[in-house]
């Protein structure tokens, strides 16, 4: 059975190999990727992402823009480890493919709308911030019950 996802993430190295292996995969139909600030900004992120898919030739891939910042706190990215942009790496530059873009919608309004589009239950995949989730069902809490399942890459916390 294929499982329809919608994959959240900031893409640095690691959300990446999540996007080639969510695209290789037979048994995923990628809904969309949606982008949050977090590796880096959201800027980078929503780049790096048609970066990705534009080496793996998945540019048929729709990519949203979410959320800059954190609800709460100010951005924090992780350029100490992924370099400024995000995917900061040595070697070739990885071309976007010409009239490749970020769609209009924001990333919030992507989610929504799919969870009530789609008669399946959608999976949503962070890979990042939780921030574009958190925001959906802030907005809209009815689409709890179209969701089947939140399969997160889990990190670390700071309790403050």
Known sequence: MTKKIILDCDPGHDDAVAIMLAAASDTIDILGITCVAGNSTLENTTENA???????GKSNIKIYAGASKPIIHDLV???????????????????????????????VDFIIQTCHKENEPIYLCPTGPLTNIALSLKKDPSISSKIKEIIFMGGAAKCL
């Open 77 to 107: 990215t992780a350029a100490h480890v992924h370099g400024k942009s995000g995917l900061d790496m040595e070697g070739k530059e990885i071309k976007i493919k010409e009239n490749y873009k970020i769609c209009k919608t924001n990333a």
């Open 50 to 56: 048609l970066k990705i898919c534009s080496l793996i």
